[in-house]
């Protein structure tokens, strides 16, 4: 149902006011307005305070809508014509890109909305970013990100880092570098981490290297080593072994990496992991969706040599040329 009024060219009337300067707008299948496109200074009262959504052109920012609703009337996403100050459960910080959840608490903040391109580089954009300092519960450091991510109640649920940053976390497995980020729980304790290179973890079942040579790092909500609440492992990918086990019925079940074509070369191999999950109420281990006991079952892991280069997490840290598809 359309919850929109077109006043006159260029602009509307929304639940959030009336909105000058509409260059465009969208609509959901029911009618509902989407999204719009603005080219004039507007101001939108939000629960994080005033926000000036984007309306100047330039090259560096990505072309997006100004403005996002979802089908209720709300708005799901604000891009910010400059970086300003938002107010975070954290605190002010800097933003260019603010997502909320439909309830209207702050969902996301980008500190920086480029568009990596060939008139805008990396590094330009790295040059607008500034190091924050986080102080949790289980660590601290210091870095350039990319986002964070807020639970409804204000609790942190994950932090992105921008590229090219690695920081060390301390989590129940020992000292980790990340150069995507990590996620939490509520609580605020460690929910997972996505290493940045193989590290050797120890299990119910014994000892798997843990590693996704697919993580893109998009953003860090979810992560390939993963950890229950009071910090035991809950999940883990791995791309370095294999798994066989010897069933109450005495069959051997195996469990192997995925090896296929590299998506940019097709003369190339490569590795994609698999997940091994624990699931400590039910005494069992996951592995591809089929349910192994702890107490029936026999584990053996062995070493799984990855189709052409690759390495070992003891020599992983001082290789450049690895197979990291």
């Known amino acids: 149902m359309q919850n929109y009024i077109v006043l006159e060219e260029n602009k509307l009337q929304t639940p959030y006011g009336i909105l000058a300067g509409v260059d465009a707008f969208s609509c959901h299948p029911g009618g509902e307005l989407s999204g719009v496109i603005l080219s004039e200074k507007n101001m939108i009262m939000t ?9 100047t052109e ?50 996301r903040i980008f500190i920086l909305d480029g568009k990596i391109s060939g008139f805008w580089t990396e590094e330009e954009e790295r040059q607008l970013n500034i190091p924050l300092t986080f102080d949790l519960n289980f660590t601290e450091f210091r870095a350039m990100i990319n986002g964070l991510c807020f639970y409804p109640d204000g609790a942190i649920k994950s932090i992105t880092l921008f590229p090219g940053e690695e920081v060390t976390v301390k989590t129940p497995v020992g000292q980790l570098k990340t150069k995507v980020g990590i996620s939490l729980y509520e609580s605020g304790a460690l929910k997972s981490i996505e290493p940045s290179e193989p590290v050797s973890v ?32 809950s999940s883990l990918i791995t791309c370095d072994n294999s798994i066989y086990i010897q069933t109450k019925d005495e069959q051997l079940v195996k469990h192997s990496p995925i090896i296929k074509t ?24 996951i592995l591809l969706t089929q349910r192994y006991s702890l107490k029936d079952c026999g584990f053996t892991i062995e070493p799984f040599k990855r189709p052409g280069f690759y390495c070992s997490p003891s020599d992983c840290a001082n290789c450049s040329l690895c197979n990291k598809g």
């Open 202 to 233: 120890t299990t119910k079942i014994g000892t798997i290297i843990a590693y996704d040579p697919d993580q893109i790092g998009i953003h860090a909500d979810s992560n390939s080593l993963s950890f229950t609440e009071d910090g035991m492992v």
């Open 58 to 107: 330039t090259t560096r920012r990505k072309h997006k809508p100004s403005v996002e609703f979802n089908k209720q009337g709300m708005i799901i996403s604000v891009a910010l014509d400059q970086q300003q100050k938002v107010l975070t459960p954290i605190g002010e910080l800097p933003g260019e890109l603010v997502k909320f959840y439909p309830t209207g608490e702050l969902h």
């Open 262 to 285: 590299h998506p940019m070369a097709d003369d190339q191999l490569t590795v994609s992991g698999f997940r091994v999950e624990f699931d400590y109420e039910a005494d069992e281990v």
């Open 47 to 55: 629960q994080i305070g005033e926000l000036v959504p984007a309306y």
